[in-house]
Each structure stands twice: as structure tokens, then as C-alpha cells.
């Protein structure tokens, strides 16, 4: 894959193909919550909600594959009581998420975000938008970004925890002016901070980067 193909494919599985072998278990599970938490529902039983909320805290604090065993299995009964095949989709996807391990995580985050997906209307736009998602916590590969430590004043670091613990990164663009006014000249992470398009979730590269998340 070509630097010009990686920015503008639209098939997330394809993206993920390239980034598999490096990532982490904590951004490929940050991924997956990213597509899950679009189709969550009322429709859908508060045990895919709950589920979906610890396979994101799982990704910080690594639990014990056992310890979602519970959850996820009260998402599969309640899954086979479900009526319409888009919330037994979405359903799944939790469930798939929930049992993903690091070495063996190719097929089963494929199967999140193509049944994430496929619970919609519109699969198409949803693979669009799933990879702009992990577009934004896997950066381009073609262009590695670090920070350098004189940019990480507590301005800087107030504001990415900020946005990482509310889920709210409307902020982006103010952390990029507190980098730029700490000496940062980086384009690509000035950039995708002030990008009025780029949807940024848990797991962005640039607040990663700033917090010292891999």
C-alpha cells in the first residue's frame, strides 16, 4: 500500500491488514470500541452497552481475558432473544470484540467491524467512516510522528487527558495552538489536531503520543 492509498482508502479492512502486526492490544481493542460505540442503540440490551464500556477499559487497564467472560456471555443469551439481524450484528461485534486476543486478533477485529458495519443501513458510508477511525489512532505509516519533551507543558498534558477521559475531543485544535506555543513544528500532528473533518476517538495518535500511550 502506497502512502496516497493509505489516505484515501475507505475499506478498513484493507488498512487493517497493514497495520496488524504492530499494533497493540490496547489500539486494536480502542478500535474496535470506536466502531462499536457508533451503533449502540437503545434497541440494543444494556449488556452490549456494558460490554462495549470494559473492552474499552480493558484497553488502559489490561484485564484478564476471564474477567469479560462473564459479560460476554450475557451478551450472547441476550443476542439469541434479539428480533432483526442488524441489533444480532451489533450484538456480536461486542461479543467478538470482548474475546479478542493480541496474537490471534487479525480475524476476530475484522469480524467486529465488518458486523459493526453490517448492523447498519449503510455499510458502505460505516466502512468509510471505520477508516477514518483508524486512520486517526493509527497515524499515516508513511510518516512516524514523536514528541519531543519540551512540548509537554501541563497545558499540553491537562488537555489531552481531558479529551481522552470525556471522550470529548473538541479541544484538538487548542491542544495543537499549546504545542506550537511549546515549540512544536510538526505539520502532520499540527494538522490533524486543526482538521475541522478528522474524527478523532480514544486511542488518537496525537493525544496517545502526548500522553505516552502505545
Same mark, same amino acid.
Given at each position: 500500500?502506497?502512502?496516497?492509498?493509505?489516505?484515501?482508502?475507505?475499506?478498513?479492512?484493507?488498512?487493517?491488514?497493514?497495520?496488524?502486526?504492530?499494533?497493540?492490544?490496547?489500539?486494536?481493542? !480502542?478500535?474496535?470500541?470506536?466502531? %462499536? $460505540? +457508533?451503533?449502540?442503540?437503545p434497541a440494543l440490551p444494556? @449488556?452490549?452497552? &456494558? #460490554?462495549?464500556?470494559?473492552?474499552?477499559?480493558?484497553?488502559?487497564?489490561?484485564?484478564?481475558?476471564?474477567?469479560?467472560?462473564?459479560?460476554?456471555?450475557?451478551?450472547?443469551?441476550?443476542?439469541? !432473544?434479539?428480533?432483526?439481524?442488524? %441489533? $444480532? +450484528?451489533?450484538?456480536?461485534?461486542?461479543?467478538?470484540? @470482548?474475546?479478542? &486476543? #493480541?496474537?490471534?486478533?487479525?480475524?476476530?477485529?475484522?469480524?467486529?467491524?465488518?458486523?459493526?458495519?453490517?448492523?447498519?443501513?449503510?455499510?458502505?458510508?460505516?466502512?468509510?467512516?471505520?477508516?477514518?477511525?483508524?486512520?486517526?489512532?493509527?497515524?499515516?505509516?508513511?510518516?512516524?510522528?514523536?514528541?519531543?519533551?519540551?512540548?509537554?507543558?501541563?497545558?499540553v498534558i491537562v488537555l489531552?487527558?481531558?479529551?481522552?477521559?470525556?471522550?470529548?475531543?473538541?479541544?484538538?485544535?487548542?491542544?495543537?495552538?499549546?504545542?506550537?506555543?511549546?515549540?512544536?513544528?510538526?505539520?502532520?500532528?499540527?494538522?490533524?489536531?486543526?482538521?475541522?473533518k478528522q474524527v478523532h476517538?480514544?486511542?488518537?495518535?496525537?493525544?496517545?503520543?502526548?500522553?505516552?500511550?502505545?
Amino acid at each position: 500500500m502506497t502512502e496516497k492509498e493509505w489516505l484515501a482508502c475507505d475499506e478498513p479492512s484493507q488498512l487493517w491488514r497493514s497495520v496488524r502486526n504492530a499494533a497493540t492490544w490496547r489500539k486494536a481493542h !480502542l478500535f474496535c470500541a470506536a466502531c %462499536l $460505540r +457508533r451503533i449502540l442503540t437503545p434497541a440494543l440490551p444494556e @449488556a452490549v452497552t &456494558e #460490554l462495549v464500556n470494559l473492552v474499552e477499559l480493558s484497553a488502559d487497564v489490561k484485564t484478564d481475558r476471564y474477567a469479560l467472560g462473564e459479560p460476554r456471555m450475557r451478551v450472547l443469551e441476550a443476542r439469541e !432473544l434479539l428480533e432483526g439481524e442488524s %441489533l $444480532r +450484528r451489533a450484538s456480536m461485534a461486542a461479543a467478538m470484540a @470482548a474475546g479478542i &486476543e #493480541l496474537h490471534a486478533s487479525s480475524q476476530s477485529v475484522n469480524s467486529v467491524f465488518h458486523d459493526a458495519a453490517n448492523s447498519t443501513a449503510a455499510p458502505t458510508t460505516e466502512y468509510a467512516i471505520q477508516a477514518e477511525l483508524l486512520r486517526d489512532i493509527f497515524n499515516n505509516l508513511f510518516r512516524p510522528a514523536a514528541v519531543d519533551r519540551s512540548w509537554l507543558t501541563s497545558t499540553v498534558i491537562v488537555l489531552a487527558n481531558q479529551m481522552y477521559e470525556s471522550r470529548d475531543f473538541s479541544a484538538m485544535p487548542i491542544l495543537a495552538d499549546a504545542l506550537q506555543d511549546a515549540g512544536c513544528e510538526n505539520d502532520d500532528i499540527l494538522t490533524h489536531c486543526r482538521d475541522e473533518k478528522q474524527v478523532h476517538v480514544r486511542g488518537c495518535w496525537v493525544v496517545d503520543l502526548v500522553l505516552g500511550k502505545l
